[in-house]
């Protein structure tokens, strides 16, 4: 269980932050696409093209042509958002939430009726539609979005309910990507696939002999890469199954590191310590002692952990918002307001706001009534009613299926994307207030904690004679 805290307390605090830049680049996007002497400038900058060329090889090329700079973002800077994701996945199945199936029941289920319902209500506002094809748009959950909003509630947010929205998006990240993966791949070329699969077994090979090289996953990951995006597998399911192949397991137990740095430190002489004191040149068996202290340090944390305490501050303050600024740029001009309850848009804020809410809150009432799982601690119906809310905060993986569905260059579908964009800005910003306002509502007040806090923490009276 302490694990499990400290893993829910890690994940809102990497996400939190980076919910806020998102926001902002989010309103840099919606600002500049929208000022007369910026929009020419906003749309075609995505259009240069972009290349890492060594002869004749580019890496940055589909099918012999150059990625532009949003294909680029798209496809190759998402895959490193999905490898992320990948290794957190990973983690919590190893050590988080999800090691455990009876606490990982009440999140699997609830998220699956936050995916089942929103897609079942698109469904069935745009039967026969040409917006069909983009019924999984309102399925997905932004993680850092909606961790985002729980931070701004501070401690009065109960752990269990931390925990269960983290691990509600997590699961939501797993079915986003197998959609990606069985609905957006087409003209599959089997033989670069199987080179693919190839070169993946190797670094699973790797990964179990415990190969702990960066270099080994990123370089042969990067071919991995190619080859998906040229075999007509989207390329960002790649970085999913790069992720599973890095190791958990670090070459030194935390017994064997605190020997080894004891030892090393007991080597430096009591006597020495006024020459260390000052900034000093050390001495060719000094420099040997500290280094093999700074070997024993890299050994003890695996490289999971390693890649995805790096990983996260370029994925949530760069990757991430710079994904948002590209594709968040709706323009108003050619918009009418009867399209945010029309068409493509309702039927996404309708799949978030209400299809979120009701198969998250109804699917874990469901789960907890029959017995099968416990309410997260510390939690009542009405506060995980109002966490339910906030599962229709599906920015991020929401807008990467919208340029999916319908981001093909085709003029018509430009609207549609442009309509999708509106509706899953509008439902994200409705999801997150109505979900602060009923989390504020039924949290329990600062004073309230404050009072309840301090009368746990009294030592109990006894009375009696002894």
């Keep these: 269980m302490p694990q499990i805290l400290y893993t829910a307390r890690k994940t809102l605090k990497n ?7 998102l926001m902002v680049a989010t309103a840099l996007a919606l600002l500049i696409v929208n000022l007369p002497f910026c929009t020419d400038f906003y749309n075609s900058l995505w259009t240069h093209k972009i290349a890492l060329q060594v002869g004749n090889f580019n890496l940055f090329s589909h099918h012999g042509e150059p990625m532009s700079i949003m294909g680029f973002i798209n496809d190759a800077l998402m895959a490193i958002f999905f490898f992320s994701v990948g290794l957190e996945i990973k983690r919590e199945i190893l050590v988080g939430e999800l090691s455990s199936f009876r606490q990982a029941l009440l999140p699997i289920i609830a998220a699956i009726g936050g995916m089942a319902i929103p897609v079942l209500i698109f469904f069935l506002i745009g039967r026969g539609s040409d917006y069909i094809g983009g019924a ?12 985002g909003v729980l931070a701004m509630l501070g401690n009065r947010v109960p752990v269990g309910l931390k925990i269960f929205l983290t691990t509600l998006a997590v699961v939501d990240d ?11 791949s087409s003209h599959i070329s089997y033989l670069l696939l199987g080179i693919a699969a190839a070169l993946l077994l190797l670094l699973a090979c790797g990964g179990r002999l415990g190969i702990q090289s960066k270099i080994f996953y990123f370089g042969i990951g990067a071919f991995i890469w190619f080859l998906f995006l040229n075999a007509g597998i989207h390329p960002t399911i790649a970085g999913v199954l790069i992720a599973f192949c890095v190791p ?5 137990a935390p017994e064997k590191y605190i020997k080894t740095i004891r030892r090393n430190i007991g080597l430096f002489a009591r006597e020495n310590d006024d ?19 700074e070997t024993a340090s890299d050994k003890v944390i695996s490289p999971l952990q390693d890649m995805e305490d790096s990983l996260h501050p370029v994925v949530n303050y760069i990757i991430v918002p710079l994904f948002a600024f590209a594709n968040a740029g709706i323009f108003f001009g050619d918009l009418k307001l009867s399209a945010i309850v029309s068409g493509v ?41 109002a966490v339910s809310m906030l599962g229709g905060i599906g920015f991020t993986v929401s807008l990467f299926i919208a340029n999916l569905s319908f981001g093909t260059g085709d003029p018509l579908l430009s609207q549609l994307l442009n309509n999708a964009k509106l509706g899953i800005v509008v439902a994200s910003l409705l999801a997150g207030l109505l979900g602060w306002i009923l989390l504020n509502a039924t949290l ?13 923490d009294k030592e109990p009276i006894i009375s009696g004679k002894e």
Aim: glycine share 8%.
């Design 15 to 21: 996400y939190a932050n980076g919910g806020t830049v």
């Design 136 to 147: 999984a748009i309102p399925m997905a959950t932004d993680i850092a979005f909606s961790l």
């Design 174 to 184: 797993i079915g986003g990507i197998l959609v990606i993966a069985i609905f957006y």
């Design 248 to 252: 958990a397991r670090p070459i030194y």
């Design 275 to 293: 020459t260390l004191n000052s900034r000093t040149i050390l001495d060719k068996k000094q420099m040997n002692w500290l280094k093999e202290i």
């Design 345 to 385: 848009s309702l039927a996404i804020i309708l799949g978030l706001v209400a299809g979120k809410f009701i198969g998250i809150f109804s699917f874990s009432w469901l789960c907890i009534r029959l017995g099968w799982a416990p309410m997260p601690e510390g939690t009542d119906y009405k506060q995980l009613a």
């Design 444 to 456: 329990p007040k600062e004073k309230e904690l404050t009072t309840l806090t301090s009368t746990e």
